[in-house]
């Protein structure tokens, strides 16, 4: 008996974007783009992230 080969798999592509958050016009066109994720970037904004408690 002969064993069959295994199918391909489809693993589909996934997009992730980086931009800056400093940048308005581009955080506004992240909204309408095809990413599956869009990640702001925050160093050099001068934005600052405050991961205390309290």
């Known amino acids: ?16 974007l ?3 958050a400093s940048n308005d016009r581009a955080m506004a066109k992240a909204a309408g783009l095809a990413a599956d994720v869009v990640c702001d970037a925050l ?4 934005l600052r992230i405050d991961q205390s408690d309290g």
């Open 1 to 16: 008996m002969t064993a069959k080969p295994n199918p391909p798999v489809h693993r589909p592509r996934r997009s992730c």
């Open 18 to 20: 980086y931009m800056p």
């Open 43 to 46: 160093r050099g904004t001068g």
